[in-house]
């Protein structure tokens, strides 16, 4: 009762000041899932278009377009300004609509930013309005999805939100990813369904004034309490994410992200609860009682990117994600390392990109170091559903305890045509005990992917083909199969 009357507490305050504020003109956000945007968002940041961190998605339109008039009369190579120009068709008007089809044989088991068919068959339309004079946005999604066992409808992707000075206030269901990672993320990513959530996060990333705070350059902060599920061990926890990301560095990014499960049924959700959460020292929080007032995780990632001559840049980064332990710092970490080479071919806008990326979710001691501990990460003795919403991880798409290399190869010439061509080693679940949502045996593999988009008129089409050396029996593969994919979206 406690809980439910926190909620509704929660959910009254974002909409009194849904209700009562209109300030300053809206700022609808650009959504996780289209890679393509992410790319050019990165190039444009690495040229100076774009500034302050650009790791945490969704981001601001507001703080993407911020300087795009300014773009005629600074010095960038073609590529960059073909990526200004895609950018701009991107940027929804007062009204936009849209409609997405996505279907396959058989969904990846490799999640990335990227958005994929989460069923064989994954379709959503999309209204959005945005008020400049009162600065409100109204985006409702909706969509229906088949297979793999699954067969419903969903608003998955709705929100509404409303500016307050340079805050937006926000209630709804939608992904977020956070973090510099391409093909996986350790703390917050777009595996899992959307959490029903509210919450307040800055719009453009302004840097303090104040000489003592100023040396963090421009700076963004995200919130959110979002209610899991009833059908887990523990009915309808509540979820709590904070990320405070700065720049003070011009392309040097420095990401802070904790998570919190707590409350729920039978649970207690008082102040001294959430007092014990939020301060989390010493004996105050995970101390391996019933008496702990809930599941903490707690992130760290970096990214840096500069200049390797002719144009070409080079984006070093790397996240460490621990279980915040009975210990003043976090401890027990997985980790995540990657490195993406890009820039121009040629001199008409074409421009290519060379990823490779390591994410490991046994836990060890000290980031890199320090003994494997199994079955830990995306664990609780006390929320025995784990870190998990609807049956997959909000975290890592191979859950705990596995290994993922990815080497991935883009390229894009200037009339529009994207290739993409991807190699997974996969390690699933390396113990081949606890509860893995992927698989409950061990598993290796490997995994090749190709495809091919382009905006051919009447939409974004893309299609591609994967490979994989091995099945999962419990998604109901054995051997070594194929799968073709295709996807296409229009925008109004």
């Not at 008409?348 to 046994?362: M, N």
Request: proline share 4%; aromatic share 12%; hydrophobic share 35%.
């Amino acid at each position: 009762m406690m809980m439910r009357k926190f909620t509704v507490r929660w959910v009254g305050a974002i909409f009194s000041l849904l209700i009562s504020c209109g300030l300053v003109q809206a700022s609808p956000w650009a959504a996780v899932g289209d890679m393509q945007l992410r790319n050019d968002v990165e190039i444009l940041a690495r040229h100076g278009v774009i500034s302050g961190p650009v790791n945490t998605w969704p981001i601001s339109w507001k703080q993407i377009t911020r300087n795009l008039s300014r773009t005629p009369e600074m010095d960038l190579p073609p590529y960059v300004r073909h990526a200004v120009m895609r950018v701009k068709g991107k940027i929804p008007g007062k009204l936009r609509m849209s409609v997405r089809m996505q279907a396959t044989n058989n969904p990846a088991i490799v999640r990335g930013f990227a958005s994929t068919a989460r069923n064989d068959l994954d379709a959503d339309a999309t209204l959005e309005y945005n008020n400049s004079d009162s600065g409100t946005t109204l985006h409702i999604q909706g969509g229906y999805r088949k297979g793999n066992g699954e067969d419903y409808a969903h608003l998955d992707g709705s929100y509404i939100s409303q500016d307050i000075g340079n805050w937006s206030a926000y209630a709804g269901a939608f992904d977020r990813w956070w973090g510099p990672g391409r093909e996986s993320t350790l703390i917050l990513s777009n595996n899992a369904r959307p959490m029903p959530s509210v919450g307040l996060r800055r719009i453009e990333p302004k840097a303090f004034k104040t000489k003592w705070l100023s040396w963090m350059g421009p700076w963004q902060w995200d919130m959110f309490v979002a209610r899991m599920e009833e059908d887990r061990f523990i009915a309808n926890p509540l979820f709590v994410g904070m990320r405070l990301t700065f720049e003070p560095i011009k392309n040097f990014e420095v990401g802070l992200s904790r998570t919190l499960q707590l409350c729920g049924e039978g649970r207690p959700c008082g102040f001294q609860s959430w007092t014990k959460a939020l301060i989390s020292v010493g004996d105050l929080d995970n101390t391996g009682t019933v008496n702990e007032p809930g599941n903490q995780l707690a992130s760290i990632d970096l990214a840096y990117s500069f200049s390797l001559g002719g144009n070409n840049s080079l984006k070093i980064y790397a996240e460490g994600t621990a279980e915040d332990q009975n210990v003043i710092l976090p401890f027990q970490f997985a980790k995540l390392l990657g490195v993406s080479i890009y820039g121009p071919y040629g001199n008409k806008g074409a421009k290519w990109r060379i990823t490779t990326e390591f994410s490991d979710t046994v836990s060890r001691n000290v980031w890199l170091f320090g003994k494997q501990r199994f079955n830990l990460i995306y664990r609780h003795f006390i929320y025995q559903t784990g870190y998990r919403f609807k049956g997959r991880a909000l975290g890592h798409s191979l859950d705990n305890d596995s290994r993922l290399f990815s080497i991935i190869t883009q390229y894009q010439n200037s009339s529009g045509w994207e290739y993409i061509v991807k190699y997974h080693h996969v390690k699933i679940n390396i113990d081949g005990t606890g509860n893995n949502t992927v698989s409950v045996p061990k598993k290796n593999m490997d995994i090749f992917e190709a495809s091919i988009q382009r905006d051919i008129g009447f939409g974004n089409f893309k299609v591609g083909l994967r490979h994989n050396s091995d099945g999962i029996p419990v998604l109901g593969n054995e051997g070594a199969f194929s799968s073709i994919s295709i996807s296409w979206e229009i925008n109004y």
